[in-house]
DNA sequence: CTGAAAGCGCTTACAG
DNA sequence: CTGAAAGCGCTTACAG
């Protein structure tokens, strides 16, 4: 005997009522030809017993489970809180349902993690590959995040104008030399990113690129960057490719007693939640997280509509890039003409 | 008609291979009473068509989705991470998928979004309440993670011992004059991590404590917390009641010229991604939400067991309150005594 | 406008 | 050891 599901079904409704359980399916999902009147009684009968329609029931009926994926390469990526947030809402809007799922580690677990989603019968799936990982198509409609130079990407935020944005502001503050701090030379965001920036430097600025994970390949962890002594040589501007590299830069020329903004500035992307709370707060290039998760979402949505949830095919998007918003939070610079002003955040 | 499932099911398995979909649902399943050389040639048949089952079908029949909610106070929250992926790992060890809900503002929204879950027909869920927010039970076991001074509390940490472990700390580098940072006085986890560093001060040491929620409201948003002021009026220990604030207060003591930690100790608790990463590191005590996660979900999936899922009952767990480990990153103050030395984790 | 009936895919007593 | 059958709760053509 299956075990009992406490709630009313339909037919309980249905019989309570003397009416037949299509016809209470048919008023509650509003579709039915069915009389105002019936439909109004039924429905404040369903209320009153607090009915709770059965997705496995419908699920198993319609195929649909109405149920999204979410594949983060690391969930402890301090990017994700933002990211799952406007997932989770722009997936409720839709009416859908976040299963999560960590892939963490290599690309094996990525798999895996992928096969699990399916296993629950996820109708499509948000994608943040690990880096430079290719998506192999899975067996339901994938929208990937990621950077638009991925191959197979449906939407991102457009890292590179984002750099871009970055250097204007750092030649705008009369920046000369800058140092561009990344973590990993393999990563397509922090490419995208760091090229941006060096696209949008004037012929009289010149940059160097420090990747982190080299120097602490050959340093061990948590060495220094060595900053205090690039400001003696001459740098004045430290664009980090992630608020996380920024706060490491800011903090360590902070201790070696350099005064940022005033002797040096310091730039991030993400807008991570600490970045405005930090003295200085960071100027940083952030992404429009509700958008990008909109746009995925809805071409999901789209896709599985026209596909079946059941096909393999990497979603694509109409708007694929989405621009990121410089938000400026150190307005001065060591160099700062005097005549420009800036829009700053807190005032 | 209802759409149809692209991928094989247990009928199309039995007539291709000329046997009851019973025998392969026991085959498959592994409970059956079926002979081992049937059994080996249906799974292999099974794996072979790419077999998935369906969890509407299953769950249809048995009465169990397979899923669990996390409903979360503020998804964007800094801890969220962590949490989240500890208890994906454990809900899936366990054998079931997690749906996420973020119940981002007031209670009312916690209300809906725990609504939403059971709809979506989880098993039973894990919630991190809103600051002093009381769970009135749903319609299925919950399990909360807050702290053990919370009623109806499944789990928790230790965090009063943790302070206590911080005070200690403190006391060892000679410190006499902590300030104690916190957030919000509402907050029942920042309450308990305050009351434990008061209860381990020692005799001669003496401690105030700053609420920064209070102080934004006076002074507006961004303000400064005056520490470099409070370094003079002789305080050399900020003890933060979270990473975030110990960051806020170290980047500002920086930037007026106070080095952490010759003149002055900075401490924070929960040991955040990027505590490790800063100059200097920060001292933190931080929760074991491995294990905090694998006792919410092992003690709620053995309610779910017990009363079946869909019964409202707070869960309890057999070990309430986890120990909180003490990270000593800045292994000296101001006051160090040279004799003593310190565990610190680089070296 | 309303109802009887089929069937989504699965599991589980029960009979053989 | 294997199979026939019932039924979980729902939706949707179809008939009335």
């Known amino acids: 005997m299956p075990s009992a599901r406490p709630g009313p079904n339909l037919s309980r409704i249905a019989t309570s009522l003397g009416v037949s359980v299509a016809t209470v399916s048919n008023a509650l999902s509003g579709k039915g030809r069915v009389s105002e009147s019936l439909a109004e009684k039924i429905r404040e009968h369903a209320s009153e017993l607090g009915y709770v329609p059965s997705q496995a029931g419908r699920a198993l009926r319609t195929g649909r489970s109405g149920v999204l994926g979410l594949v983060l390469p690391d969930i402890a990526n301090p990017l994700f809180p933002k990211l799952a947030q406007a997932?989770?809402?722009?997936?409720?809007?839709?009416?859908?349902?976040?299963?999560i799922a960590d892939s963490r580690g290599d690309v094996a677990a990525q798999t895996e993690a992928i096969n699990r989603l399916i296993e629950r019968g996820v109708e499509g799936m948000v994608i943040v590959p690990r880096r430079a990982t290719r998506?192999?198509?899975?067996?339901?409609?994938?929208?990937?995040?990621d950077t638009a130079s991925t191959p197979g990407n449906t939407v991102a935020a457009d890292h590179w104008q984002g750099g871009r944005d970055i250097a204007?502001?750092?030649?705008?503050?009369?920046?000369?030399?800058?140092?561009?701090?990344?973590?990993?030379?393999?990563?397509?965001v922090q490419n995208d990113r760091a090229g941006g920036i060096r696209s949008g430097l004037t012929g009289d600025m010149q940059s160097t690129t420090l990747w982190i994970e080299r120097l602490e390949r050959d340093q061990g962890n948590g060495c220094s960057l060595g900053l205090a002594e690039k400001v003696r040589e001459g740098y004045t501007a430290f664009a980090a490719l992630s608020d996380l590299q920024a706060l490491r830069a800011l903090t360590e020329l902070?201790?070696?007693?350099?005064?940022?903004?005033d002797m040096a500035s310091v730039t991030g992307f993400d807008d991570l939640i600490w970045s405005p709370v930090i003295t200085p707060a960071l100027t940083t290039a952030a992404m429009?997280?509700?958008?990008?998760?909109?746009?995925?979402?809805?071409?999901?949505?789209?896709?599985?509509?026209?596909?079946?949830?059941?096909?393999?095919?990497?979603?694509?998007?109409e708007t694929d890039r989405v621009p990121m918003q410089l938000i400026v939070r150190q307005s001065s610079g060591p160099a700062a003409p005097a005549h420009l002003t800036y829009k700053t955040e807190n005032s």
Chains 1, 2 share one sequence.
Do not use: W
């Open 87 to 99: 997932i989770e809402f722009a997936a409720t809007t839709a009416g859908y349902g976040v299963l």
């Open 135 to 145: 998506i192999s198509a899975a067996s339901c409609p994938v929208a990937v995040i």
């Open 168 to 188: 204007t502001h750092l030649a705008e503050l009369g920046h000369k030399r800058i140092l561009i701090i990344g973590n990993n030379p393999e990563s397509n």
């Open 254 to 261: 902070q201790r070696d007693g350099i005064v940022v903004p």
């Open 288 to 317: 429009d997280m509700r958008l990008i998760a909109e746009i995925a979402i809805e071409s999901l949505v789209r896709t599985i509509q026209a596909t079946g949830p059941r096909e393999g095919v990497l979603v694509t998007a």
